[in-house]
C-alpha cells in the first residue's frame, strides 16, 4: 500500500459495511429462529399428512439458509471490523507523521521519503548545514542506525526527518500487512451460488471462522476479556458489559468460547452454540464420507463351499463386512449424537414439547452436549438430569429423551408453572462398568463444572421469584453429584438419586439441600447399587437405597437399570413431582421390617 492510498483510506466506511452485515445477520437470525420455533413449531403441532410434512421439510430447508447467512454474514462484519481496526491503527500513526512533519517545515514526498531543508549553527567556514533527504526504515536494527546517524549531523532537522520517515514507512509497512492478511480472507467468506446449505458449505463456514478468529485476534484482544478462570457471576459482568457490536464479534468469531461460559443468557449461549454445532456436523459429514471413500464396503456375504458334501452356501456372513461395519459405526458415532440433538431441535411443538436450548457443546473427547427443554433463564421449576457410565456425544440421544420425559411428567403436575429440564453432559463419563466407573476421579474432575453450571442457572435467571432447581443423577452421575456437595456448594433446592452406586457422603444431611430433599430410586432388577454396596473389595458402603443413608425412598415400578424413566411408570412420576415441587404426592416405599432386615443381611 502506498502513501496516497493510505492517507485517501477511510476506515470508517469498512466500519459501516460490516454494520451493514450485522444487520443482515440479525435479520436472517430472526426469520431463523422464527422458522423454527414459531412457524414450523405451529404446523406440526395443527397439521398432518404428507402435505404439511412437505411444507415443513421445505421451510427447514429455508431456515438452515438462513442460519447459514446469520453465520457468514456476521463473520463478514467481523471481518470487515478487525480490517478497519487495523486500518485505524495504520492511519492514524501516518496522520500523526504527516503532522509533525508539517509542523517541523519538512516536505513528504510520495514515496514516503522525507527531505529537510538547510538548518543549524554554521560551521567554522560560515556555512549553515546542508538539508538532506531520508527514507523510512522498518528494520528495528537499520532504524536504531539510522536514528543514531542522524543525531550526528549537525542540521537538526535530520533527526526529526528520519524519525518522521520511520514512523510513516512503518505505518505503511502495517497497511500493507493488514490489507493483504485480510483480502484473502474476505474473499474466502463467499458462498455457493445455490439454495441448498450443504455439509461441505457448513464444513467451509468452520475455515472461514478459523481463519478470520486466527486473523483478527489482534481486534479481539483489543476489545474486554472474559474473566480468566471467572466465576458465572463475573462472566455475566462482562457480557453485559459489551456494547452490541463487540458481542456480534465475540459470537461470530469465538462461538465456541461465548457458548461454554456459565452464566451468560440461555439464548446467547444457544446462538453460539448452534454455530459451533452446525459448522462441526458439517466437517464431521465431509470427514465420514472421505472415509467411506477410502474404505469402501465389502460384500456382506460370502461364499462357502462344504468340503465334504460340496454344496454351495452364498450367505456366509463375511467377516470383513462386520470388521468394516465395526469401524464404520465409530465413524459416525459423533454424527449420531449431533443428529439426535438436531433432532430434538426439530421436535419443538411436537407433543407440546418447547423450544430447545443448547447451552453447551464440544466434539473434543468423548464430546459434550447441554441440551435444555424449554429456557432455564425464564422457568419456574428447573430439573438439571446427570447421565452416567457410558455416556458420551455419539450416545446422547437417550440422554435427551430422558430429560424430555421428566418434562412431560413435570410440566403435567406443575399447575401452569413453566419448567426446564436439561441433560447435562458436561463431564467425561466413565467408558466401562468393569474398568472405568470403579474409579472416583471422573466425578471429582467433573464435579466443578457441574457446580460452575448450576450457579450458572442462578445468575441468568430473569424470574421475579428464584426458581426451584432439582438435580437428578442416573448411575455414576449420581456419584458426580455426590462430589460436587462433597467438594462445593451444590445450588439446588431437591436431589433425586437413581440407580446409585454410592455419592461419596455417607449421609443425605451432606447434599447442601434442605433436610427431606434427598430422594432415592432403586429399581427392582437393578444390580448397580449393590454394585456399589459390596463390589469396593467385599466392603461394605454406604449408598443411598440404605436407610441409614437418610434419603426418601420413592416407589418404583420399572425394572432394570434404565427404566427409571420410563413414559407412564410411577418411577418417572414420582421424579416429575419432586421437580415442581409436589412432595406430598410423592409415593414412597413403606419402610423394611426390622426381621425382614436381618434375614435379608443373613441371606446376603
Request: with cysteine; net charge negative.
Amino acid at each position: 500500500m502506498d502513501l496516497a492510498t493510505l492517507k485517501a483510506l477511510e476506515p470508517n466506511e469498512y466500519a459501516e459495511a460490516a454494520n451493514g452485515y450485522r444487520r443482515t445477520s440479525d435479520m436472517a437470525r430472526a426469520a431463523h429462529d422464527r422458522i423454527g420455533t414459531q412457524i414450523t413449531a405451529a404446523m406440526r403441532k395443527s397439521l398432518k399428512g404428507e402435505a404439511a410434512s412437505a411444507a415443513i421439510k421445505q421451510l427447514m430447508e429455508l431456515g438452515k439458509n438462513f442460519h447459514y447467512i446469520q453465520t457468514e454474514c456476521g463473520l463478514v462484519g467481523s471481518a470487515l471490523d478487525a480490517f478497519s481496526y487495523e486500518m485505524e491503527a495504520a492511519k492514524k500513526k501516518l496522520d500523526a507523521a504527516l503532522a509533525d512533519a508539517r509542523a517541523g517545515g519538512l516536505t513528504v514526498h510520495t514515496d514516503g521519503s522525507v527531505s529537510y531543508p538547510p538548518g543549524g549553527d554554521k560551521d567554522k567556514d560560515g556555512k549553515i548545514p546542508e538539508g538532506g533527504k531520508v527514507g523510512g526504515l522498518t528494520d528495528e536494527t537499520a532504524s536504531a542506525v539510522g536514528r543514531q546517524a542522524a543525531g550526528f549531523n549537525p542540521n537538526p532537522k535530520a533527526r526529526l526527518a528520519q524519525d518522521c520517515a520511520d514512523r510513516i514507512a512503518a505505518a505503511l509497512k502495517e497497511a500493507t500487512e493488514a490489507d493483504t492478511k485480510w483480502a484473502p480472507k474476505l474473499r474466502a467468506l463467499k458462498a455457493d451460488d445455490d439454495l441448498t446449505v450443504s455439509d461441505r458449505d457448513w464444513a467451509d463456514v468452520s475455515s472461514d471462522t478459523k481463519g478470520v478468529n486466527a486473523a483478527g485476534k489482534e481486534y479481539l484482544d483489543s476489545m474486554p476479556q472474559p474473566p480468566e478462570k471467572g466465576g458465572p457471576k463475573a462472566n455475566a459482568e462482562w457480557w453485559q458489559g459489551l456494547d452490541a457490536d463487540e458481542k456480534a464479534a465475540w459470537i461470530a468469531m469465538r462461538p465456541d468460547s461465548v457458548g461454554n461460559l456459565d452464566g451468560l443468557p440461555s439464548t446467547v449461549r444457544d446462538e453460539a452454540n448452534r454455530m459451533v454445532l452446525a459448522e462441526a456436523r458439517g466437517s464431521a459429514q465431509v470427514d465420514y464420507d472421505t472415509w467411506l471413500k477410502k474404505n469402501p464396503e465389502p460384500s456382506r456375504y460370502t461364499e462357502f463351499t462344504d468340503p465334504q458334501t460340496g454344496a454351495v452356501n452364498k450367505h456366509v456372513q463375511n467377516p470383513e463386512w462386520w470388521k468394516w461395519e465395526k469401524e464404520r459405526r465409530s465413524a459416525h458415532k459423533t454424527l449420531d449424537g449431533m443428529d439426535a440433538i438436531q433432532t430434538r431441535f426439530d421436535q419443538s411443538g411436537t407433543n407440546r414439547l418447547p423450544e430447545a436450548y443448547l447451552l453447551g457443546f464440544s466434539t473434543e473427547g468423548d464430546g459434550r452436549a447441554i441440551v435444555a427443554n424449554g429456557n432455564p433463564d425464564t422457568a419456574d421449576h428447573q430439573a438439571v438430569y446427570v447421565p452416567g457410565t457410558t455416556a458420551e456425544l455419539g450416545k446422547i440421544e437417550g440422554d435427551i429423551n430422558r430429560a424430555v420425559n421428566v418434562w412431560n411428567s413435570a410440566d403435567a403436575q406443575a399447575n401452569g408453572k413453566s419448567v426446564s429440564t436439561i441433560t447435562w453432559l458436561g463431564y467425561d463419563a466413565p467408558d466401562t462398568v468393569e474398568k472405568d466407573a470403579p474409579f472416583e476421579h471422573y466425578a471429582y474432575d467433573g464435579a466443578p463444572a457441574f457446580n460452575r453450571f448450576l450457579d450458572g442457572l442462578e445468575t441468568s435467571h430473569t424470574g421475579d421469584t428464584a426458581p426451584h432447581r432439582t438435580v437428578i443423577g442416573h448411575s455414576y452421575g449420581t456419584t458426580l453429584v455426590g462430589a460436587a456437595a462433597q467438594t462445593g456448594d451444590l445450588n439446588a433446592d431437591d436431589v433425586v438419586f437413581a440407580g446409585s452406586p454410592g455419592v461419596k457422603v455417607s449421609g443425605a444431611d451432606e447434599m447442601d439441600v434442605p433436610k427431606g430433599h434427598v430422594w432415592n430410586e432403586e429399581a427392582e432388577g437393578d444390580p448397580v447399587p449393590d454394585l456399589g454396596r459390596y463390589g469396593h473389595g467385599g466392603d461394605m458402603w454406604i449408598i443411598p437405597s440404605d436407610e441409614k443413608f437418610g434419603a426418601n425412598q420413592m416407589t418404583t415400578d420399572t425394572h432394570g437399570h434404565s427404566g427409571y424413566w420410563d413414559e407412564g411408570s410411577r418411577s418417572l412420576l414420582n421424579q416429575g413431582l419432586v421437580v415442581v415441587g409436589q412432595e406430598d404426592d410423592v409415593k414412597l416405599k413403606p419402610p423394611p421390617e426390622p426381621y425382614a432386615t436381618e434375614e435379608l443381611k443373613r441371606a446376603r
